[in-house]
């Protein structure tokens, strides 16, 4: 009974590919994050989605392309990967944070993505 | 503007003393505070959080953090450190704005020497 998953945990893949992440939540939360943690650790949010509408896109290259089929899914697409997009992407989800009045947020396990 | 400052990327203690890991924010308003814990190979877990009200906060696994205004502070402790805390440790800020999203901090890991 995972709350948050993502797939693949690994991912491995050559400069130029497209690739894909699957994120996951089961807590029936609102809005759901994709987070890009670089070789520092230093977590920087990148796209989150309330509703199925973006609010927040920050400086991320538009080779990354969020898509959300449905409140429990946010996927993240990758266009034309490059070495620097090597890192560990992680999924997270929250309830409203205008209905609760806090921002918690639920993680998924990860996903390291390796750019050869 | 840095909103979360972590002091120390690197913090070591013996198993059983007493664990202090610093976080310092800036916020015009009283955010919403928050601290992560991020094990080896896994996503992260929430370990406490400081809403409203007492502004010592207890957590999981016996850490405990408490909020203090006047010197802009969430700093989190534990009592008696043990191997299973050797992890990844991250502040988080909610500046409550309309972006809806948390700062967080550039994280301390935390080693436990036998």
């Known amino acids: 009974d995972t709350a948050v998953s993502q797939t693949p945990k690994y991912l491995v893949t050559q400069m130029g590919n497209d690739k894909s992440i699957k994120c996951e939540q089961n807590l029936g939360h609102d809005t759901m994050y994709w987070y890009k943690q670089d070789s520092k650790k230093f977590l920087k949010i990148m796209f989150s989605y309330n509703n199925k509408e973006l609010i927040i896109n920050e400086t991320v290259p538009n080779r990354f392309s969020p898509k959300s089929p449905d409140k429990a899914h946010l996927n993240l697409h990758i266009n034309s990967l490059e070495l620097g997009d090597s890192a560990v992407y992680f999924c997270?989800?929250?309830?409203?944070?205008?209905?609760?009045?806090?921002?918690?947020?639920?993680f998924g396990p990860g996903t390291r993505l390796t750019v050869l | 503007a840095q909103s979360v400052t972590q002091l120390g990327s690197h913090v070591s203690v013996s198993e059983g003393a007493l664990v202090l890991l610093r976080c310092n924010y800036s916020s015009s308003v009283p955010p919403y505070l928050f601290w992560y814990v991020q094990y080896p190979n896994q996503g992260l877990q929430l370990l406490l959080k400081?809403?409203?009200?007492?502004?010592l906060v207890k957590g999981i696994n016996g850490f405990e953090a408490e909020f203090k205004k006047s010197e802009t502070s969430f700093h989190l402790t534990k009592p008696s450190a043990h191997m299973s805390d050797a992890a990844e440790y991250f502040c988080a800020v909610d500046l409550m704005n309309r972006d809806d999203k948390i700062i967080f901090g550039k994280g301390t890991r935390l080693h436990i020497l036998p």
């Open positions: 997270a989800s929250s309830r409203n944070p205008e209905s609760t009045g806090n921002n918690e947020q639920f």
């Open positions: 400081y809403t409203t009200g007492a502004t």
